[in-house]
């Protein structure tokens, strides 16, 4: 009967969809039907992010997209994030995960959304194009009591105190890869979700430094911090060991190493380790090209300032990336970026590119010689040195 009932996909758009998504999704427990509610009130959600598959007119499986922007440099990506993506039964048949799955990122290239973003087991997602694209950071610091002097004061925060957020995440994210471009919608968004936000003020009141904190049984993970300079980083640091000292929990920070509130830490003899791969549950951060033309022309600007500072500053010629399904071409003209159909000839040629080859390539994960050398990609060893300059390495990290 499974061969001639097919899985039929499409977007929960009506208020019986929603409610039988719902009700499939309370077998899950309150977590998931939480996870739905926020997904709902996402900003920039669309219909079309809430995918329901049925068989036989029953739902047995949906998948939830989302919409994120990510900073690169001068660029701004556009992207999408599966945040979900349930089957029943608990392991379906393998063409039933391919089609909805496939039905996700159909919607993603429909929605304007070049790359698609999901964690999860690298084995799952790597036969569809996805791949690693971030480090693996983690800082220990000791947990113990501490008495400042002065003392910066420590608060849950408030919807009163995002716009100090908001100036202080870009001092501290700016300069970082593949980080969030927040708006308005964005901060109360985040300011809704579970995690703990604890302001630092100083003894006139003023804020001075943030932590969003995840709350395990054992531990006490940083996601997300900023402060005003290093003062304020370190002091932040030490009434976070004091927390953590409270609470009998171990203190992590998952921050990038060259963070300013991770430096602090690293100061006061915090611990930090950097690896290629998740150390816990099996999951890593994925990602996948969905419309290679699309991201090209979102790297444009980032693109045209690499140039500049290179020494490949002013180059004239075109530069050809060859996939399976379609060829792209970056023309320059004086060191300007401009993104063509591939027909064109070419001066040099990005050759054989696989799909997780290319999303580590585009986003700094790996560099052109290290994917070549692994079967990525084929260029000539005249295309290196440019290659270099536009797809350098970028050690953007995730806990």
């Given at each position: 009967?499974?061969?001639?009932?097919?899985?039929?996909?499409?977007?929960?758009?009506?208020?019986?969809?929603?409610?039988?998504?719902?009700?499939?999704?309370?077998?899950?427990?309150?977590?998931?039907?939480?996870?739905?509610?926020?997904?709902?009130?996402?900003?920039?959600?669309?219909?079309?992010?809430?995918?329901?598959?049925?068989?036989?007119?029953?739902?047995t499986?949906?998948?939830?997209?989302?919409?994120?922007?990510?900073?690169?440099?001068?660029?701004?990506?556009?992207?999408?994030?599966?945040?979900?993506?349930?089957?029943?039964?608990?392991?379906?048949?393998?063409?039933?995960?391919?089609?909805?799955?496939?039905?996700?990122?159909?919607?993603?290239?429909?929605?304007?959304?070049?790359?698609?973003?999901?964690?999860?087991?690298?084995?799952?997602?790597?036969?569809?194009?996805?791949?690693p694209?971030?480090?693996?950071?983690?800082?220990?610091?000791?947990?113990?009591?501490?008495?400042?002097?002065?003392?910066?004061?420590?608060?849950?925060?408030?919807?009163?105190?995002?716009d100090?957020?908001?100036?202080?995440y870009?001092?501290?994210?700016?300069?970082?890869?593949?980080?969030?471009?927040?708006?308005?919608?964005?901060?109360?968004?985040?300011?809704?979700?579970?995690?703990?936000?604890?302001?630092?003020?100083d003894?006139?009141?003023?804020?001075?430094?943030y932590?969003?904190?995840?709350?395990?049984?054992?531990?006490?993970?940083?996601?997300?911090?900023?402060?005003?300079?290093?003062?304020?980083?370190?002091?932040?640091?030490?009434?976070?060991?004091?927390?953590?000292?409270?609470?009998?929990?171990?203190?992590?920070?998952?921050?990038?190493?060259?963070?300013?509130?991770?430096?602090?830490?690293?100061?006061?003899?915090?611990?930090?380790?950097?690896?290629?791969?998740?150390?816990?549950?099996?999951?890593?951060?994925?990602?996948?090209?969905?419309d290679?033309?699309?991201?090209?022309?979102?790297?444009?600007?980032?693109?045209?300032?690499?140039?500049?500072?290179?020494?490949?500053?002013?180059?004239?010629?075109?530069?050809?990336?060859?996939?399976?399904?379609?060829r792209?071409?970056?023309?320059?003209?004086?060191?300007?970026?401009?993104?063509?159909?591939?027909?064109?000839?070419?001066?040099?040629?990005?050759?054989?590119?696989?799909?997780?080859?290319?999303?580590?390539?585009?986003?700094?994960?790996?560099?052109?010689?290290?994917?070549?050398?692994?079967?990525?990609?084929?260029?000539?060893?005249?295309a290196?040195?440019?290659?270099?300059?536009?797809?350098p390495?970028?050690?953007?990290?995730?806990?």
């Amino acid at each position: 009967m499974r061969m001639n009932s097919p899985l039929q996909i499409a977007s929960a758009d009506t208020p019986n969809d929603l409610a039988c998504l719902r009700a499939f999704v309370a077998e899950n427990g309150a977590a998931a039907v939480s996870a739905l509610d926020r997904h709902l009130a996402r900003p920039r959600y669309r219909p079309a992010f809430t995918r329901i598959a049925k068989r036989a007119g029953q739902l047995t499986g949906y998948a939830l997209l989302g919409h994120q922007r990510l900073r690169l440099g001068a660029a701004t990506l556009e992207v999408g994030r599966i945040a979900a993506l349930e089957l029943t039964p608990v392991e379906p048949d393998r063409g039933e995960f391919a089609a909805l799955l496939g039905d996700c990122l159909r919607v993603l290239v429909e929605e304007g959304l070049a790359l698609a973003l999901v964690c999860g087991p690298v084995a799952t997602y790597a036969p569809f194009g996805f791949a690693p694209y971030r480090f693996w950071s983690q800082i220990q610091l000791a947990s113990q009591p501490y008495a400042a002097a002065p003392a910066l004061a420590l608060r849950r925060a408030t919807a009163g105190d995002l716009d100090d957020f908001a100036a202080l995440y870009d001092a501290a994210y700016q300069a970082l890869p593949l980080t969030a471009a927040r708006s308005a919608p964005d901060w109360r968004f985040w300011l809704a979700d579970e995690r703990l936000k604890l302001v630092a003020e100083d003894n006139r009141g003023r804020i001075v430094a943030y932590a969003a904190i995840e709350l395990g049984p054992d531990e006490l993970a940083v996601v997300e911090a900023a402060a005003a300079d290093a003062g304020a980083a370190r002091v932040l640091c030490r009434e976070l060991q004091s927390y953590a000292h409270r609470r009998g929990q171990l203190l992590l920070l998952a921050l990038a190493p060259w963070h300013l509130v991770a430096q602090a830490a690293l100061h006061l003899d915090g611990t930090a380790q950097l690896a290629a791969h998740s150390k816990s549950q099996g999951n890593d951060e994925l990602t996948g090209v969905v419309d290679l033309p699309l991201l090209l022309e979102a790297l444009v600007p980032e693109f045209d300032q690499r140039l500049t500072r290179s020494r490949y500053a002013g180059w004239s010629g075109n530069l050809r990336l060859e996939i399976d399904t379609e060829r792209i071409t970056l023309a320059f003209a004086t060191g300007h970026a401009t993104v063509i159909d591939g027909s064109r000839p070419a001066d040099l040629r990005l050759r054989q590119i696989t799909l997780p080859a290319l999303a580590q390539l585009c986003l700094g994960y790996r560099v052109a010689a290290d994917l070549r050398a692994t079967g990525g990609l084929a260029c000539d060893d005249a295309a290196l040195g440019l290659l270099d300059a536009l797809f350098p390495p970028l050690l953007a990290t995730r806990r």
